[in-house]
């Protein structure tokens, strides 16, 4: 009996005060905001998570050099986004695969450059190769690099 006296004594006090429907409306108001900004931001992370290693997945299929560095860049790119956008931060991550998003970024221009010009001699031992068929002519240009011409008397 005690006890059932106890909880009707203590009941009144658990109970929170009753607000008209504008007085709830207008205190949840802001929260109810706020809790739709960050659903929308955690399911955009979650998308750039998700993607970022779906096309790191891709990588794997590709064999055009410039697409598989395009394809890592953006993954990198789309982690950084996943990692920045959590409510904690994961600064290790985050910073890494923007340096791998940047090391991808200068090897697609090393990759994207105009081929060097060659000259007469040159151009004609590159045609008589085989030209770009068998041999890049960034590749011909190291080799010519390498060595040093010399004629025959």
Not at 67 to 79: K, Q, V
Not at 92 to 111: D, E, K, Q, T
Request: aromatic share 12%; with cysteine.
């Amino acid at each position: 009996r005690t006890l059932r006296r106890m909880l009707r004594v203590s009941r009144p006090l658990l109970m929170r005060p009753r607000l008209g429907r504008f007085f709830r409306q207008l205190y949840y108001s802001r929260t109810r905001d706020v809790l739709r900004r960050a659903e929308i931001r955690r399911r955009m992370a979650l998308l750039c998570g998700h993607l970022g290693y779906v096309t790191g997945m891709l990588e794997y299929v590709m064999t055009d050099m410039v697409l598989l560095r395009s394809f890592a860049m953006t993954g990198c790119m789309l982690i950084v986004g996943y990692q920045v956008a959590q409510p904690r931060v994961l600064w290790l991550s985050a910073g890494w695969n923007s340096v791998y998003a940047m090391v991808n970024l200068y090897h697609i221009f090393l990759l994207k450059r105009s081929p060097p010009d060659l000259e007469e001699d040159a151009a004609m031992l590159y045609a008589s190769l085989g030209g770009e068929a068998r041999l890049e002519r960034w590749r011909f240009q190291d080799l010519l690099d390498l060595g040093e011409w010399r004629g025959f008397e």
